[in-house]
């Protein structure tokens, strides 16, 4: 019987503890506002160094996050975070690895490096 709910208690942690995926379509929509600077599949940005395409959704959530909750400061990025939920973010950021290889590489840009080598 121990064994039994300690089995239990496992199984819920694990569950837990795994990050829910985003869905990806539903960020295609969420991230109609994030476009006009960070690209989609057919446009780089108006400032192509801060393409996400390709960008690992993880590590996007998290930094969106830090912009969410003042951690890290960017007055326009800021802005435009606030208001979205932990779902849009995990939605978006999951758009945004969808879309593979950015439409206009940059090389030699910091942050590259999480950028999928088979998207390349």
């Known amino acids: 019987m121990k064994s039994v709910k300690l089995l239990a208690v496992v199984s819920t ?25 960070h690209g989609n599949a057919s446009f780089p940005g108006i400032f192509p160094i801060v393409q996400l395409a390709g960008r690992d959704a993880d590590k996007l959530a ?29 939605d978006v950021s999951a758009y945004y690895q969808s879309l593979g290889k950015p439409y206009m590489p940059m090389p030699g840009i910091r942050g590259d490096e999480d950028i999928q080598a088979s998207a390349q």
């Open 13 to 37: 942690m694990v569950l837990a503890s795994q990050v829910q995926a985003g869905d990806a379509q539903s960020g295609a929509t969420k991230a109609a506002a994030c476009v006009a600077c």
């Open 62 to 90: 998290t930094k969106t996050n830090k912009y969410r909750t003042g951690k890290l400061i960017s007055p326009m990025m800021n802005l435009a975070v606030m208001t979205m939920t932990d779902k849009d973010v995990e």
